[in-house]
């Protein structure tokens, strides 16, 4: 059987590389059979890739990971198999990208008010015409010279990957150079994906940066009792250990689990699409059964 990756970004995600085009030849050489379109914050690159898929011989699903907050709680949010000209998950992404060029401009401030060298154009450099995200102002301030001999940016230097950990480290909600903009409340993105006909999953809980305690089920209780649907449970980061806690929570509160790659191209390189080499397609049906019973109630 082929693999399954349900968690791939295009170039339409600020931080991705590849155009729908590429991620199709990629998932052909690769021997992938189905995938899902789950770019940052966008869903601009998934009627395109949807339309193209039979001509690749490949399934590809609806989707899109947003970032979101519960409280003082910074996570990642999946949504699956919604129909992409739905009015509420147009408007929660057209709500992000019209922040983003606000907060990017107060993030460059931010940055000089603390000694370091940044540029718009530069941050822009990185995420093209896509909504900037932590990486692009990251990027923007590791790789402008002027701060070759800051501090700050030699404590980033030791990293493979400066920039993401940069990002996760310094600059997403929550840290120390964190600049305010708009962030859905996991609520808000849960009624949207399934006002949209789609399916609300928790993207990546064993991610360090983001880390969602399965032991006290507290928080992961109050995010089920929200409509949360499922939880992606295969990750490249996940452990055994973290699967088996994940895959128990999900079969004692009716959840589905999906799988992922978190493929983006060269901005982490050491991620191949398909990775996880899953090639279960009971997911796959699970989650079209789960999408089948949402849009059923919205008409109940």
């Given amino acids: 059987m082929r693999k399954i990756d349900l968690h791939v970004h295009t170039k339409a995600s600020s931080d991705g590389e590849l155009s729908p085009d590429e991620i199709l030849r990629l998932a052909v050489k690769e021997e992938i059979g189905v995938i899902a379109i789950t770019d940052h914050d966008s869903i ?3 009627a395109e890739t949807m339309e193209k898929s039979s001509s690749y011989g490949i399934e590809v699903l609806s989707g899109t990971e947003l970032f979101c907050k519960k409280g003082e709680k910074f996570l990642h949010m999946l949504g699956y198999c919604f129909e992409p000209d739905a009015a509420e998950i147009n408007r929660l992404v057209n709500d992000i990208a019209n922040d983003r060029g606000r907060w990017l401009e107060e993030q460059i401030n931010l ?6 060298y940044a540029e718009e154009a530069k941050a822009w450099e990185f995420c093209r015409d896509t909504p900037p995200l932590f990486s692009s102002a990251a990027y923007a301030v590791f790789y402008d010279e002027r701060n070759k001999d800051h501090p700050l940016i030699d404590e980033y230097k030791k990293y493979e990957n400066p ?3 940069m990002s996760v480290r310094l600059l997403a909600y929550g ?3 964190y600049t305010p ?3 859905p409340d ?6 949207s994906i399934k006002e949209s006909g789609g399916v609300p999953v928790l993207a990546h809980p064993g991610y360090d940066q983001m880390r ?5 089920t507290r928080f992961m209780d109050s995010l089920v009792e929200e409509g949360l649907e499922g939880v992606e449970v295969y990750y490249i980061t996940h452990t055994e250990d973290d699967i088996k806690i994940y895959l128990k929570y999900c079969l004692e509160r009716d959840l589905i689990y999906t799988t992922g790659s978190d493929f983006h191209g060269k901005y982490k390189p050491n991620i191949k699409i398909g990775q996880l080499g899953i090639t279960d397609y009971e997911i796959v049906e699970d989650l079209k059964k789960r999408r089948d019973k949402i849009r059923g109630d919205r008409y109940l």
Avoid at 212 to 216: A, G, L, M, T
């Fill in 175 to 177: 840290k120390p150079l």
């Fill in 44 to 46: 601009n690159s998934v």
């Fill in 186 to 191: 996991t609520s808000d993105f849960i009624k």
């Fill in 111 to 116: 940055f000089r008010k603390n000694g370091l």
């Fill in 163 to 165: 920039v993401h950990q």
């Fill in 181 to 183: 903009h708009y962030i």
């Fill in 212 to 216: 969602v305690d399965f032991n006290d």
